[in-house]
Structure formats: structure tokens, C-alpha cells
């Protein structure tokens, strides 16, 4: 076991900036903590903003479009010389566009408000946390966060069964990523459609965020093109669809429409990996980090994130010895793995557990020492003391001894 | 907290957006109104209309439209709307930490164990079609003999919340080797109260019998418990009234439950509660610490990624705290195997090395640095937490 020294890292650290005063006052109630651990549900509130910010951005779009179409169709139907009947029918059909206009306005309004009502939901859920229903409030916590694991996954059956066994549909996001499953399916299925759909429907988000998405889509559809032999075809896509991303993304263009050259089954490295079928992997990756991104969710999944935390803050070489008692979650196989490229965590001060409680030893209950160096809590040694006519027995080594010859040690 | 200001803020936007939906509404149908008004006209007009009324009307109609100007009424409830929309967005950007993926590492996290962990957390809580269904929908091989553990556990608890000492009891004297190892109680416990139970119901026949053939290979260990329980039986059909409340208590049944899972977990050589619950608790209580860290080192995204340890201590609660670690207060040393701990002659407890420097590598006598006492060369015992 290694013995852990303020390394080079720490002591650099700690001379070239100012002490850190993180952990000055460690927070050490249960409001407190809870209180800091609110201030990660960032996705939590997001993500159904983003859906109902949304919702009112296309209700504006339809809005101005057929607003649009209607006043300039009464202005034509004023400038050309319509017969009455053909007025009359001009006119009417622009009074259907309207009720058609209201409708899908109504419809949409109800979607928002049902959204609106999950934002609020879901505020007042935070606010809702409390220490007297903490342990519900964070088993509530763990299966939200299992939730979005499966959904990112594409687990969705499991993910639908947890969220309606506990009833936390609202605070949860299915029905988003549900939208992402249908753009999934189809890249699994060798087409783009629905994703490049997906493209047009966030098409200024999209733009802004310099996202090269759509370019991607294009280029594997004109590979499939030219894997089926389809030249002429392929030029004419890519004239259409790549020559736009021409500027920006010039070595990519090139790349691939060098794939002209070669058949699918160039067996030149360079142009053979375009054509295997990892490329329809690499959209799906690409498609659920732009679609994260867009709907302001973290690109890793909340349990890894919070998983590395908890075990790199839990980590001490004891975890891996052979006796490590088995409530520490390092002491299984499983977490062992997970947790060898992660950090050890760091004490500044002595934290003492003892053996036979496995209570805290401090000040209010001082480890005492035995004669032969083995220590143990006084409330344990107390008890067995009690038991056993002033005689107490180290569970570890055997050794014998009285109660009065044991020392208090004094430990900061 | 500031939920209250957020709430707020929210329900403006609400409202902004409803005001923008309802005066669309009624643009919509002034505009409508207007188009259906000029037909009325244009249909009701005596034959033959000349082309010039219906070129008026259709002209005035325009007027009118361009005076209702439905796209402008909107602007302002629109503008609005987005306004509020950003400051929502921009007081959930100052609220809240809008990147708590900053403070992850890109190491390796495999896929395979993570499903393994989540389905043995699935079985552990009893949610047998969940585990079932992950490893269904991830691939993974079927984890048999782990589940039918936790079935077995959970098949025993499910009979004991309905006072049926059976399947616990067949496992207890299945398991009864490594129980005593542990040095566990759980089987005499469970006898006991499956007697005060058959007392409580049966004749003091019945009762005797029970105890001749299931409490007596426990005698020679617990002679008193087994005392007090046969004294028990002066008091058949009326237990309450005996005088060992300890024994009797009903709260025995109430934490029979955990006790049951405590004992077979401990068995299994598993922890009692999830392990991933525990870890991912820990995760959230530490993960704010480690966000600040991180963005203290902003520029240091390499020093970050291949740090051997935190250079910062993430504080838990205690509940977290699974093994003694000693800091030698004056080295700030982690107590280990080559460097452990030394107990002075004035209870003070330093590391090895801090002594052996003190002491000119144990040659001088020094004074403790905690105290005025003056610790004489080898008065230094090791400790043993």
C-alpha cells in the first residue's frame, strides 16, 4: 500500500494559488448539504423549458406563415379580375386556412400549457425537499437518475417500467427522448430521413451552435449512393446538398467525394472506412450529443457523472484489501473496476472508525488504547466491559486485558 | 431558497405566453371576421354584380387588413414572451450549475459493468422484472445465481411481514455452519419468537413440545435467554404480562425485517444497503466540492485528468465513512503500513516519520509538539486502528 504524501501535484497546487477554501467550512448539516445538491438539477429544469420554448417557437412560425399566405391571398384575389364564383371560392378557402390557423393554434397551446405545468411540476418537486422526507426525496433522486441512464441507453422499456411504477413520469423525460428514438431507429436502419427532418425542425439552433450535423447526414447519404454505383445520381446530391458546406468543411468534402474513385469495396484504408457500417454508429453518437446538447443535458449521463464522484470521494487504498468491510461499496468486485482510474480521495484530518461499532471515534466517543496497540471506540470497550467483569478482550488478537489498563489517545 | 423568485419568474412567462396565445387567437378573428364580412357582401350583392363592386370590396378588404395588421399586433406580446423566456433561462444559468459534467474524467467507464451494477441493484431491492428487463435490453448475460439470492431473500421476507417463520427458519438451519461463524444470533432469535408465538396461540403443550425439539440444542450457548423463555411459559395465552419485556416486546417482529436482511446480506458477503445507492450518494454529496475544485484549477484540464488523489478533502457525512484514516497532524501524512501511527507516552498520536525526524532518527529525545511533555527515545508504541 502505497503511502499517500501531499504529492508533487497537491503541493504545486497549493503554492500557485491561494489556499483553497473549499472546504473551509464543510458543510456539515443535512440543510446544507441538500441545499448545495438542489443546485445540480440544472437538466432537471431544462430540459423541459427547452420542449416548451419549443413548442412556442414553431406556434410563432406557423403563425406568421399562414398569416402570411392569408393576407397576401385576399391581396391577390384584389389585384387579378376574379368572376364571383371563383372570389367567392377564394375567399372561403382562406377562411378555412384561418379556422385551420385557430385550431392548431388551440392545439397548440394545450401542448404548452401541459408543458408549462411539468416545469412548474418540477419546481415545485425541488422545492419540495426537505430533511424530514430526505430519504424519500433521494430514493426519488436515484431513480431519476437511473431513468435518464436507460434513456440515453435507449433502454426504454425499462426506463418506461421504472417511471411508472414510482409515478414519476412528470419528472422525467420519456416523452423527449422518445423524439430522439424515432431518429435513432431510422440511422439504425440505414436512413436519414427522420434525422435530417429533425435537422430542418432545429435548423437556426442548430446553425448557431456551428453544429455540422446535417453536413454528416448528407455526406453518408451520398456514400450510400456511390456504394451503389449510383454516379451520376451522387453528383448530382452532392452538387445540391454538400456544395453549401463546400467553404467551411473543405478536406471532408474532398475526402468523400474522392470516394467516387474507388468502388465499395476499395480495399485503400483511407476510403474503405467510409463504407463500413461504424459510420451509421458514429451518427447515432453524433445525433445524441447534438441532441444533449440542444435540449441542455449533460453528454454523459447522470449516473456516471455522479457514480465517478461518489467513488473517487469514497476511494482509500483499504478498499482494496481483502478485509475491507463489506458496506463499503469499493469492497465489490464490480465498483473496484470501475473505480482504478479515478483519483484516491484526501482526509486533512484523522477519521477513526472502530472495528466494533464501526461508529465514528471522536471526541464524544475517544478511542482508547489497549496494551497491545489495538484501539477501539470507549462505548464499545465500555459495553463489553460491563458484560464481562471489567474484562475486555481484543476481538483481533485475543489478548486479555482490564478495562482500566487501557489509555484514552488524543487525536485532532 | 431562491425557488421561490425562480417560481416567479416562470409563472411570468406563463402568463406572457398565454397573452401571446390569446391575442393571436383574437387577431385570427378579427381577420377572419373581416375576410367573412367581404364575402357576405360579395355573395349577397344583386346580380349581376358588376366586377367593379367586387373589385371594391375586395380592395376595401385589404384596407382593412392592413389596419388590423395582424403580424404587427403580435410583435409586442411575442417580443415580450422571448424576453421573458431568456430571463428565465439566464436566472436557471445563475441559480443553478449549468455544466456539472465539468468535473468528469474521460477514463474508461464500462458499459458491461455499470449494467451489471444497475441489475444487481434492481435484484437487491426486490425489483426482479427491472433487472430482468435491463439486462434484456442491454444484452448482458443473464445474472442467474445473483438473482435467485436476492429471490430467496426477499421470498423470506415476504413471509415474515406475515408472521411466517418458516422459510427463514429452513434458511437459518441451512446456513447454521457459517452463522455461528459470524458469530450470529439470528437463529435462536427466530426460534424464540416463533415460541412466544406458538405460547401466545397454543396449548403449553404444544409450547413444551416446541422447545424440547427446537430450543434446547441452544441451551448449553444461551443458558439465560433459554431460562427466561421456559419461565415464559407460567404465562401462556397472556405473554404481555411476563416479566421480560425484552424478550416480548413486539418490536422484535417490527425490526425483524431488517435484521433478517442484515443477516443474509452479511452472508452473501453483500453490503445491506445498495452499494450503488451508497455510491452515487456520496456522488451527490461530494460532487459540488469537486465542481468548485475544478473550476479553481480552470486551466489545468491535464492535471486534472491524471491526479493520483483529490488535493482537497470531499467532506461527507459520516455515514460514508468506512475505514479509519489517520493524518499525522504535523506532517499532514496519511498513516499507511510503512508510516503508522505511534502513540506517545502523553497520549498524542503522530506518524512514524514525524517521530523519527523529531527524534533525529531516534537517537535524541524530543519535546511532543502538542504538549509540554518530553518524549524520551523509543517510548513510542504503534497503533492499530
Known amino acids: 500500500m502505497d503511502s499517500l504524501s501531499n504529492g508533487a501535484a497537491a503541493a504545486t497546487i497549493a503554492t500557485r494559488t491561494t489556499p483553497i477554501t473549499t472546504t473551509a467550512s464543510p458543510p456539515s448539516s443535512k440543510l446544507a448539504h441538500l ?44 389585384d387579378a379580375d376574379l368572376s364571383k364564383d371563383d372570389a367567392v371560392h377564394h375567399l372561403s378557402s382562406l377562411v378555412s386556412k384561418l379556422q385551420g390557423l385557430k385550431r392548431k393554434l388551440e392545439e397548440g397551446s394545450r401542448i404548452e400549457n401541459l408543458q408549462a405545468q411539468r416545469c412548474r411540476a418540477r419546481l415545485d418537486h425541488l422545492e419540495s425537499a426537505d430533511v424530514e422526507n430526505l430519504p424519500d426525496w433521494n430514493n426519488t433522486r436515484l431513480k431519476r437518475i437511473l431513468v435518464d441512464y436507460m434513456l440515453r441507453m435507449s433502454y426504454y422499456d425499462t426506463a418506461a417500467k421504472l417511471a411508472g411504477s414510482n409515478n414519476i413520469q412528470d419528472l422525467v423525460d420519456i416523452d423527449v427522448f422518445q423524439e430522439a428514438k424515432k431518429v435513432i431507429d431510422a440511422l439504425q436502419n440505414k436512413e436519414v430521413a427522420p434525422a435530417l427532418a429533425w435537422c430542418a425542425d432545429n435548423k437556426s439552433r442548430l446553425k448557431k451552435s456551428k453544429s455540422k450535423f446535417e453536413f454528416q447526414l448528407r455526406l453518408q447519404e451520398f456514400i450510400e449512393l456511390v456504394r451503389a454505383e449510383n454516379s451520376m445520381r451522387a453528383i448530382t446530391y452532392a452538387r445540391k446538398y454538400l456544395s453549401p458546406w463546400g467553404a467551411t468543411h473543405t478536406k471532408e468534402l474532398q475526402r468523400v467525394m474522392a470516394t467516387l474513385a474507388f468502388k465499395s469495396n476499395t480495399e485503400c484504408a483511407r476510403y474503405k472506412v467510409l463504407f463500413e457500417p461504424i459510420q451509421w454508429d458514429f451518427l447515432v453518437d453524433q445525433f445524441k450529443q447534438e441532441f444533449c446538447r440542444l435540449y441542455g443535458m449533460t453528454l454523459e449521463p447522470l449516473l456516471n457523472i455522479y457514480l465517478q464522484a461518489g467513488l473517487s470521494a469514497l476511494k482509500t487504498p483499504y478498499c482494496y484489501e481483502d478485509d475491507c468491510t463489506k458496506e463499503d461499496p469499493l469492497s465489490q468486485d464490480n465498483f473496484r473496476k470501475l473505480a482504478l482510474p479515478l483519483p484516491y480521495s484526501k482526509q486533512h484530518h484523522s477519521k477513526l472508525v472502530c472495528y466494533i461499532t464501526k461508529e465514528l471515534m471522536d471526541t464524544e466517543n475517544p478511542p482508547q488504547v489497549l496494551p497491545n496497540g489495538y484501539v477501539y471506540s470507549t462505548k464499545a470497550l465500555e459495553e463489553m466491559a460491563k458484560k464481562n467483569n471489567g474484562k475486555i478482550t481484543c476481538p483481533r488478537t485475543g489478548l486479555v486485558c482490564n478495562y482500566l489498563d487501557l489509555v484514552k489517545a488524543y487525536i485532532s | 431558497m431562491e425557488l421561490t423568485t425562480i417560481k416567479d419568474t416562470f409563472d411570468r412567462v406563463n402568463k406572457k405566453q398565454k397573452l401571446s396565445s390569446s391575442k393571436s387567437q383574437e387577431v385570427i378573428d378579427q381577420v377572419g371576421r373581416e375576410i367573412e364580412q367581404a364575402l357576405e357582401k360579395i355573395q349577397s350583392a344583386d346580380d349581376p354584380t358588376s366586377p367593379f363592386d367586387q373589385k371594391s370590396i375586395l380592395t376595401d378588404l385589404v384596407l382593412e387588413l392592413n389596419a388590423i395588421d395582424p403580424l404587427h399586433q403580435l410583435e409586442g406580446p411575442q417580443k415580450e414572451l422571448n424576453l421573458n423566456l431568456s430571463k428565465y433561462q439566464k436566472l436557471l444559468e445563475r441559480f443553478f450549475n449549468p455544466d456539472i459534467s465539468k468535473a468528469y474524467r474521460n477514463v474508461d467507464f464500462d458499459l458491461h459493468i455499470v449494467n451489471q451494477i444497475l441489475a444487481s441493484h434492481f435484484y437487491q431491492e426486490g425489483l426482479f422484472d427491472l433487472g430482468d428487463s435491463i439486462l434484456n435490453e442491454a444484452g448482458e448475460p443473464e445474472a442467474t445465481v445473483l438473482k435467485s439470492q436476492f429471490l430467496d431473500m426477499h421470498q423470506i421476507l415476504e413471509a415474515a411481514r406475515l408472521r411466517n417463520l418458516e422459510p427463514a427458519l429452513k434458511w437459518a438451519s441451512t446456513n447454521r455452519e457459517k452463522l455461528k461463524q459470524n458469530g450470529s444470533k439470528i437463529e435462536l432469535k427466530l426460534h424464540q419468537l416463533q415460541f412466544l408465538d406458538v405460547l401466545q396461540k397454543g396449548t403449553r403443550a404444544d409450547a413444551v413440545t416446541y422447545a424440547r425439539t427446537y430450543l434446547a440444542p441452544f441451551y448449553s450457548l444461551h443458558k439465560k435467554e433459554f431460562q427466561k423463555l421456559m419461565c415464559c411459559l407460567l404465562w401462556a395465552g397472556r405473554i404481555g404480562s411476563a416479566p421480560y419485556p425484552e424478550i416480548t416486546s413486539p418490536t422484535h417482529w417490527e425490526n425483524l425485517t431488517e435484521e433478517l436482511t442484515r443477516e443474509f446480506c452479511s452472508l452473501l458477503g453483500h453490503s445491506y444497503g445498495s452499494p450503488l445507492g451508497v455510491a452515487i450518494s456520496a456522488g451527490i454529496e461530494g460532487l459540488p466540492t469537486l465542481l468548485k475544485l475544478v473550476s479553481v484549477m480552470s486551466a489545468k484540464k491535464q492535471e486534472w485528468q491524471a491526479m493520483k488523489q483529490l488535493p482537497v478533502p470531499v467532506e461527507l457525512g459520516k455515514e460514508f465513512q468506512f475505514h479509519s484514516i489517520f493524518v499525522c497532524p504535523v506532517s499532514r501524512d496519511q498513516g499507511s503500513e510503512e508510516n503508522p501511527p505511534m502513540l506517545m507516552p502523553c497520549s498524542h498520536v503522530l506518524c512514524k516519520q514525524s517521530i523519527m525526524k523529531l527524534s533525529k532518527s531516534g537517537t535524541r529525545s524530543f519535546k511532543c509538539p502538542y504538549c509540554p511533555a518530553e518524549i524520551s527515545v523509543g517510548q513510542w508504541r504503534q497503533l492499530y486502528f
Open chain 1, 35 to 78: 441545499t448545495e445538491s438542489l443546485k445540480l438539477e440544472h437538466q432537471f429544469l431544462r430540459v423541459p423549458f427547452e420542449h416548451y420554448k419549443k413548442s412556442i417557437r414553431a406556434d410563432h412560425r406557423v403563425f406568421e406563415k399562414e398569416m402570411s399566405a392569408v393576407i397576401s391571398g385576399v391581396t391577390e384575389a384584389a
